[in-house]
């Protein structure tokens, strides 16, 4: 179940998009999702899905890795797609089953939506795929802390984020000793009524919430005392390096949005 | 000799309006020259975590004074204070704050400012010192207890401290990660001469002190080299310590008739004497 998901997972590699900067990687998912709502006919909907196929290929993430993990979605995918083969009515009637009339502006807008939803599920699995979590946080810093002149707590907010994830498996290894140790005692995780299921998980909750506590404090105690005071008067060890790679990626979509301007109805 | 830390007449109470309470410390004096390898040891609520937060600045003493290099610690020059100390906490895990090894190590940099070139170069340095030099892109939870503790002593090299104190941190080790993160230690003061302050209860780690520091319900008991501490015995059995373990193979060995010269305090002085005694036979 876990190794199929790849909704934040990351692959490491060595790829055309893996080398791009954050900044540049996160600014180019947001600018897709605007761009991709400019297609309305055939010709547009076909350059969009040839280039995001363009883009998989430079990430050199395997298509199946990409449509295996993203089964969860295909099921949300058909089910867009029914609804508007059942309720479009506009057309010529293509198709007819008894009281079923699949009519032909139905199929098109079927269709259009299912490349678009698919377009824009594979651009952002691609953007978490080729990026670390670690490097997408550093992004999200720099390209927010314009607003930090609206008081919004930028640096917190990162660090936040960062420790989060750094502490994601040391939890995950505490759950497990948790349900380990209750198990011994004779508690039963999966069996029985949802009922009981659900009551069996409250003291797998409640030490878990008490270590992460104490190691809150714990950290919190070694950050201070190794001089952390903020923000204010910081520099970064990772540092974030734009290059042609990152020109290019921008320049390429600033392309296709042209080209789309151009084609589209 | 340089002074590094001292402290005068110091005490501390968590209740400081209830003058009946006992306090958690109570009028402790000593003080560290450069170079030293000082043990504090003493059982649970000795006193000994307490006098940690004093040293860092966590905490501010009631009655006298937390001298680091010579200068009386106060809220006014408690970061530039905090910057010359470097501290190794008890849980290897609690304290990993960046993602990965060189993010940690950078961490105390990245707090005070310190240019990026200069930051790459202080990294590695620390790191090599500590032999992490390969770990660089490791993430935490690839790691044994043994190494995350170097990682963090790499870390507090990397501000170039005057002092580094290890409070506890070896006590959630295996032995082979304790030994490690020891072993580092000694090197780290043949190398560069730096001073140790190390918080413990586990005797083997005070034998390697040039003084350890007996606290006992938040009194200093006796100060002394190890041999005159451990020559206290049954008394440091009574407030809780364990003897080292040469030491009590040693009384064992006597009282099954084994002929002894004196107490030993390590297990290469118990074993010389042991294939030696019956030489002069």
Redesign the interface.
Known sequence: MMEKMIFGRFIPSDSFVHKMDPRSKLLFVFAFIVVVFLANNVVTYALLLAFTLFVILMSKIRLYFLINGLKPVIILLVFTFMIHILFTREGDIIFQLGFLKVYEEGLRQGIFISIRFLVLVFMTSILTLTTSPISITDGLETLLNPLKKMKLPVHELALMMSIALRFIPTLMDETDKIMKAQMARGSDLSAGPLKDRIKAVVPLLVPLFVSAFKRAEDLATAMEVRGYRGGEGRTRYRQLKWDWRDTTGLVLLAAVTILLVGLRN | MTEILSFNNVSYSYTPDNPDARKAVQNVSFSIQQGEWIAIVGHNGSGKSTMVKLV?G?LFPQEGEVRVMREVLTEDNL?EI??Q?G?V?Q?P????????V??DV???????????ED??ER?HKSLAQVKMEKFLNH???HLSGGQKQRVAIA?ALA?RPKILILDESTSMLDPQGRDEVLKTVRALREEIGLTVLSITHDVEEALYADRILFMNDGKKYAEGTPTEIFALGDKLVEFGLELPFAMRMTKLLQSKGVQLVGEHMTEEELVNDLWTSNFNK
């Open positions: 860092s966590l970061w905090r910057s100390i501290m906490f849980n895990d609690n304290q990993f704050v960046g993602a990965t060189q993010d950078a961490f105390a940099l990245e707090n005070s400012g310190v240019p990026y930051m790459v990294v993430e935490p939870h870390g501000m």
